[in-house]
């Protein structure tokens, strides 16, 4: 991922620090639960909880040795805690790690997504009322129409960051499952009270049914969703960079290509609003269309990488505008 389409909050969560963190968390409760039920020996669960840990070198290393992620992640985990890490990954299969984690974070990450949406909401919405009344030209089929006024530009923003809201809501909730169903989904191993347990000691509901793995459309909504929020966001403000720049005064004076940067490598004097934010929501889309041919956790990563650092680059800039406007005003 590149690191300017990324935020560091956004970056976190899908570091290798933290996906490992994610399937130790999984571990963790599934032995708990184990424990729970007398089938993990309790000074087991005392020994794991206190020792468990991992290193991302070390498990790279013996990555390459065995080749399989799972197993070198539990693996090292068993040799940091001793005799007592056999019981880790008892009765488990990888997916049923891997695909409950995946879920946690993607959960994790549209909870950041929406909280970014939500305050460019407020902004563009003081923004509307503020030039409710300042008139502008209204364009059909890309040419002069009648007049309209940019705060009515500005509210179907709103209108449709509103309806991102929603899309991205219900799929936070879509995501938020897991599953410890076993090889096939028939939880040849460990029962769906198990499943259950755990998955509540997790923050997930357990999935009604599952395979091997969770099944992948519920990932395409989230995806999907994160793909029309990023590549809406800048709505019609990036008209004047697809037609006139240097006409559209009020918002070529907006911060809005995240600065410093620079939209040119000839041009160094040319002011081109929204330049990186246009560049991000096409790259948005772009990932997300290609995450049938990528690992899905990575590019589910950078979906939600692009679309974060889209919605952020807006607020700060509007925020800003919003301050200096009232500055001036003050003074005169």
Request: net charge positive; charged share 20%.
């Amino acid at each position: 991922m590149i690191p300017r389409y990324s935020r560091p909050e956004m970056a976190r969560i899908w570091s290798d620090e933290s996906r490992f963190s994610s399937w130790l968390q999984v571990e963790i409760a599934a032995t708990e639960v184990l424990a729970e039920g007398g089938v993990v020996p309790r000074e087991a669960l005392a020994a794991i909880k206190a020792k468990a840990r991992f290193e991302v070198a070390r498990i790279d290393a013996i990555e390459k040795e065995v080749q399989h992620d799972v197993i070198a992640f539990v693996s090292n985990v068993a040799e940091n805690v001793g005799p007592e890490g056999r019981w880790i990954h008892y009765g488990l299969t990888s997916s049923d790690v891997v695909d409950t984690a995946l879920a946690m974070l993607m959960r994790d990450a549209c909870a950041l997504i929406l909280e970014d949406l939500h305050a460019l909401m407020v902004v563009v919405k003081e923004r509307a009322l503020e030039f409710k009344h300042t008139p502008m030209v209204g364009r059909t089929h890309g040419v002069h129409a009648e007049v309209m006024t940019f705060g009515l530009k500005l509210a179907l923003w709103h209108a449709q960051l509103a309806r991102d809201d929603r899309r991205l809501t219900r799929a936070r909730e879509t995501i938020a499952v897991g599953k410890l169903s076993g090889a096939v989904g028939t939880f040849s191993h460990l029962g769906p009270d198990v499943e259950a347990a755990v998955c509540a000691r997790l923050g997930l509901r357990p999935a009604p049914i599952a395979s091997q793995v969770l099944q992948r459309d519920q990932h395409a909504e989230v995806m999907t969703s994160l793909a029309i929020a990023a590549a809406s966001s800048p709505g019609d403000l990036t008209a004047p960079v697809r037609r006139k720049p240097e006409a559209a005064g009020t918002i070529a004076s907006w911060p809005l290509s995240c600065p410093p940067s620079a939209s040119s490598s000839t041009l160094l004097s040319v002011v081109r609003p929204l330049s990186r934010l246009v560049s991000i929501a096409a790259l948005t889309a772009s990932v997300s269309s290609a995450n049938a041919r990528t690992r899905l956790a990575a590019a589910s990563a950078d979906c939600f990488r692009i679309c974060s650092r889209c919605l952020t680059g807006l607020t700060a800039p509007l925020q800003d505008t919003r301050r200096r406007t009232n500055t001036a005003r003050a003074s005169s």
